[in-house]
Each structure stands twice: as C-alpha cells, then as structure tokens.
C-alpha cells in the first residue's frame, strides 16, 4: 500500500459526509456567549446556546471568577485526591448538595466525564444490565458501551417497553442500572421520572437522571426536573446535572447519598485520574448558583418566550416538536434541507444551527432552536419573522 492511504481513506470518508450533508465544521465568535454575537465576522442574533438563564456572561459571575483567579491562581495543578482540591471546589460541592437536596455532591470537569466516571463505578461487567432510553445523551451511550454490561435500549420514553425488558431479565445480574435524560437535549421532551424511580425502586435496580438541560431552569427553585417532578434522593439516588449549561460557567456533579460519592472518591476513574477544574470556574458557579436560586424572574422570562414562541410557531404551521422546555426544535428531515434553511436564516442574521444524524437518527435533521432568559420579546419576533420567511 502507498504510504499515505491511511490519509486517503480520511478524505475519502470526508467526502462521503460532505456529499451526504454531514459536514460539520466550527465558527469563531468575537465575543462573549450572549444572543447578539460577533461570529465568523459578521453579527448574529443566536438561538443556538444552551445558556439558557443568561449567565455565562454576567457581570458577579465574572468579578467572582476574576476574584478567584487572583487569589488561587488559573489551573489547578493536579487531581482532586492529590492536591488540586481547593476551597472553591470544596464550597461549591457543599452548596450543589444542599441546593438539590442530596446528603453529598461530586465534582467533575464536565458532564460527559462525569456520566461516565458514574456508570462505570458501578457497573463492573458483563454480568451487569443497563436499560437506556433510545434518544440519551452520546454521553449516556458511551458511558453504557464503555462499561462493558449488557446495554438494552428501550423506545424513547416508553415505559411499558422498559416494565416488559425488566421483568425478562428478573434475577439476571448482580446490578442493573436505568440510565435516562431528564430533559432530552435533541428534542426538549422530559422523562416520565416519577414512574421510572417506581420501576426502578421495584426491580432493584438504580436509576441515574442527566439533568443537564433542566438543572437551573426548572422546577420553583431551579434544581430541576427531579424537584419539579417532586423526587428526592431515594426516588432518584444518581443525580447528574451540569454546570456549562444553564449555570453559565463549565463542569458538571454528580448528587446523590453519601455512600455513593464515597464510592465514586475510590472507584470512578474520570474523577480520579484527571486535573480538577480550575478553582475559579468553581468560585464563578458558586455566584452562579446564587443567582439561580434567588432570582427566578429569569425563569419566568424564559418560560413566556418559550410560550411566545410556541404560539407564533403554530401560527406559521411551523413543525414544532412536543416541547415545554427552553429546547424547541422544528423536524425538517432530510439534512441537506435543515441545512438550506439554517443557511437561509443566517443570511438574514439569525443563527439556528441545523441538527443532522448521528447527532440525531436518520431523517430526522431538525433546526435546534433554543431560548434564553437573555433574549428579549423582540428577538423572538425577528426569530419567528425570519423562520415564517425561510
Ligand atoms: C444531556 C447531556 N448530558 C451530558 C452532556 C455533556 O456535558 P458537558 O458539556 O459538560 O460535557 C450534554 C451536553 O454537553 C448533554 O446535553
């Protein structure tokens, strides 16, 4: 073989997402995470964020993070059990735990490793069962197929279909572990917790929520899906929320009894053998934190944009998807339309980018839209003017 057909087998796979509509490449913005931003040179009027309450770029949030770096400095310098354990670190895993109402929270430096430090620890083979809803996180898939136990996919939501797998494989392994989305990110639908912490109680098995979209927007005061759905720690004992989202800052935890973050101090490797975050992002979330749980106005803002939003999307006949959350897509199909259209949006300054398999299943490319406590009335009707446009 010649010496560089490696590479030609690298293009040649380039090509065939290119033609296939499946190219994806990044944008450089010149400017902060806000609805109006300097992206690849030219203005934009984004709704492709997951900051939802507006955060990542609020003024106490950045004094708290440029306090924090004075005073601890920028990296971290080693692992959490080594001794890159600080007290902002320390401070914002006692306020996660008291704010979700758990005995005790972990740190990780994002969500995909915190999914899958967890799932990992507890699931140790092939003799172990893990039951995941089709549309979960990539995350979620990775930490499942990574963890080497037998993975049974379940259809999105349906928990009749789950009873009937976890009545067939009654007896069959030493753990099982129900792992699902609290808020899908691809389609802004929720999962049915309250009936998933009942099977999960009746068969034994464990059940791990990813909260990333829902931690901070929803529920009274903003500890998510679990506490709107009114499910404490023995309903849902492994609870994983995100901090890069909503929170505006980066990272992720994981809440849940004190048993288990003990046991994920010794076992769960993506915490173990990796550089903790570095204590300011840590100090710039405890502000964060704050201002989620004592200013829900921001919370009331987002919900009637996603309210207006909806009932101008209707009137366009525009293919929303059964959505309550910040996360509103529209179905197009086929990925070379999803493209056009976030193409034709762009040109008339608003930036919607187009969701395309494996991100999504086949034929099922969507314009992702998602609200922020930031945007404005305003920008919702430019949004909906040009999308009635497009
Ligand atoms: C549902 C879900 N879980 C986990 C993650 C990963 O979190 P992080 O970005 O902190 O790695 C994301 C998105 O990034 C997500 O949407």
Redesign the pocket.
Known sequence: MPADSKFTKLRSELDLRRSRHLYRSTRVADSPQQPQRHIDGKPLLTFCS?DYLGLANHPAVIRAFQQAANTYGVGSGAAHLVNGHSRPHQQLEEALAAFTGRERALLFS????A?LGVVNALLTGRNDLVYADRLN?A??VDAALLSGAKLIRYPHNDTTSLGKRLLAHEGDAPTQLILT?GVF?MDGDVAPLAKLALMAQQHEAWLMV?D??GFGVLGNTGAGLVEAAGLNQDDVPILMG????ALGT???FIAGSHDLIEYLIQTARTWIYTTAQPPAVAAATLVSLQLVATESWRREHLRSLIQQFRTGAVQLGLPLMPSDTAIQPMLVGSSEQALSISRKLEARGILVTAIRPPTVPVETARLRVTLSAAHTVEDVERLLDALGKA
């Open positions: 997951n994002t969500g995909y490793m999914n996180h995350s979620l989305d990110s990813d990333a979209h995100t901090l890069g989202k980066a990272g992720a």
